[in-house]
C-alpha cells in the first residue's frame, strides 16, 4: 500500500497507509498501546485503536477521518463555547476511565498531556464541527486531572504564554 505524509505534527515520519496511521515506535510505545487498547475495551469512541507494531518497528494506529486543527485559521465551530464543552466531557470521560487503573498506578489518573485543538479530531455533528477524539497520545503518562485541564486552559482559551514555539515557553519567565 502506499504510504502519504500527514500534515502538522511536530514528529517525523507519520504516514498514512490505507486506513491506518503508522508513526516511529518510542520507550512509551507499550504504555500508549495498553492505554488505547484499555479505550477500545471500554468502548470509548475517543482515541485510536492501536493495532500493534508493523514490519518497519513503526506503531499502526487506526485513521480517525475529519478535521483537525493544525493550521493558523480555523472555522469558528472549532472555537465555539459548544466545543470546549465538548472537548471537556471528552477529558473527563478519558480520566474517569483512567482513575483507579494499573495504568494510573499511584496517580489519580493518566493524563494526555498534549491536549490542543491540533491533537483533536472534529467532525460535523448537527451540521457544525464538533470535537470527537484526540489524537498523538506519545505524552499520555500517570498524573494529575488538573494537569490536562491546565493544558485545556492554555491550548484550547489560549490563557498561557502567548508563544507558539514550545521551547520558547519552557524559557518564559512570570512576574511574581
Same mark, same amino acid.
Given at each position: ?5 500527514? *500534515? ?5 515520519h507519520? /504516514? ?6 503508522? $508513526?516511529?515506535a ?17 468502548? !470509548?469512541?475517543?482515541? *485510536?485503536?492501536?493495532?500493534?507494531? @508493523?514490519?518497519e ?9 475529519? #478535521?483537525?486543527? !493544525?493550521? *493558523? ?12 464543552? $465538548? ?7 478519558f ?11 499511584? #496517580?489519580?489518573v493518566?493524563? #494526555?498531556?498534549d ?7 472534529? $467532525? ?7 470535537? /470527537?477524539a484526540?489524537?498523538?497520545w506519545?505524552?499520555?503518562? *500517570?498524573?494529575?486531572?488538573? #494537569? ?5 486552559? !492554555? ?11 514550545v521551547?520558547?515557553?519552557a524559557? /518564559?519567565? /512570570? @512576574?511574581?
Amino acid at each position: 500500500m502506499s504510504e502519504s505524509s500527514l *500534515p502538522g505534527g511536530f514528529i517525523n515520519h507519520v /504516514v498514512r497507509v490505507g486506513a491506518t496511521v503508522r $508513526r516511529p515506535a518510542s520507550a512509551s510505545t507499550e504504555f500508549i498501546g495498553d492505554l488505547l487498547t484499555m479505550f477500545e475495551a471500554s468502548g !470509548w469512541p475517543g482515541a *485510536p485503536r492501536y493495532h500493534g507494531i @508493523d514490519e518497519e518497528g513503526r506503531e499502526i494506529l487506526t485513521y480517525l477521518k475529519g #478535521h483537525v486543527a !493544525w493550521e *493558523p485559521q480555523q472555522p469558528p465551530d472549532v472555537y465555539s463555547d459548544e466545543s470546549l464543552l $465538548r472537548v471537556t466531557q471528552l477529558v473527563r470521560e478519558f480520566h474517569d476511565l483512567t482513575a483507579g487503573t494499573e495504568l494510573a498506578g499511584s #496517580h489519580e489518573v493518566v493524563c #494526555h498531556n498534549d491536549l490542543s485543538p491540533k491533537n483533536t479530531i472534529y $467532525r460535523p455533528v448537527s451540521g457544525v464541527l464538533r470535537p /470527537v477524539a484526540f489524537i498523538d497520545w506519545d505524552l499520555a503518562a *500517570p498524573g494529575a486531572r488538573i #494537569h490536562d485541564v491546565a493544558h485545556v486552559c !492554555w491550548q484550547y482559551l489560549e490563557l498561557g504564554p502567548s508563544v507558539e514555539d514550545v521551547s520558547e515557553a519552557a524559557t /518564559v519567565e /512570570v @512576574d511574581r
